[in-house]
């Protein structure tokens, strides 16, 4: 897994050992997943790129999701060792962890286009699981990245980076508070209508969705895979 490659990267340390058990259980339920979406007569497009991912997309934006030529795929970071720590370098938890395995089985093969997360270390340990993270600062006073260094970009340049990108697949890690932000500004505040983000930012409990922006006839719609990598802390 991409995930591992990164084990002697930043900001890993003590959080990233995981014990037998959970690598077990974990490589179990990928395993029992990605065995019924590949399970059936035929999947619902065998020539896509990403099919384990496609089959958890609403059926009624599958085609569509399947015909687009751009994706962007935004998250909010996994589930934090204390859910009571805000600060940069706030390390996964094992639970945590094992959401990222779990998304990094859900994402498959090759690593993405493009990756962006911002400084904090809980949304860049959770885009490793796409492939090689470019980091922007967490806020105007949180420019410090994970594992050193200060990020030179602010999230608007990597919005407008991502808009203007070719990249077929774009991957994006971020808070509970500006995953929203990214949705909207790529698709529209009508596109938060009746989804989790209307209220314009992810309740403290929404862990596990993945909000898929692809774009068809150059608009940008929306599908969301409610809790497609949540594992119950």
């Known amino acids: 897994m991409r995930q591992m490659a ?13 014990s037998a058990q959970w690598r077990t259980a974990l490589i179990a339920v990928a395993t029992i997943a990605l065995g019924l979406v590949f399970s059936g007569s035929v999947l619902a497009n065998d020539a896509f790129d990403r099919p384990a991912l496609l089959m958890l997309a609403s059926e009624a934006a599958r085609a569509d999701i399947a015909a687009a030529d751009r994706h962007i795929l935004i998250v909010r970071h996994a589930r934090k ?20 395995e779990l998304l990094d089985a859900l994402l498959g093969e090759p690593d993405f286009d493009a990756v962006y997360s911002s400084s904090a270390c809980r949304t860049y340990q959770t885009a490793l699981s796409a492939g090689e993270v470019v980091q922007h600062a967490a806020s105007a006073s949180a420019a410090e990245m994970c594992g050193g260094g200060m990020a030179q970009r602010k999230r608007a340049d990597a919005l407008a980076e991502a808009r203007s990108s070719d990249a077929r697949w774009t991957f994006v890690a971020e808070h509970s508070n500006t995953s929203c932000g990214w949705v909207e500004g790529l698709a529209g505040t009508d596109a938060l209508a009746g989804t989790l983000c209307e209220a314009g930012q992810l309740s403290s409990g929404d862990y596990g969705d993945i909000f898929w922006l692809y774009r068809t006839g150059g608009n940008w719609h929306l599908d969301v895979l409610e809790a497609a990598f949540e594992i119950a802390g």
């Open 81 to 100: 060792a204390d859910e009571s720590c805000n600060a940069l370098d706030c390390p996964l938890g094992e639970t945590g962890l094992a959401m990222v």
């Open 6 to 18: 990164h084990a002697d990267g930043p900001a890993y340390g003590e959080a990233c050992v995981r």
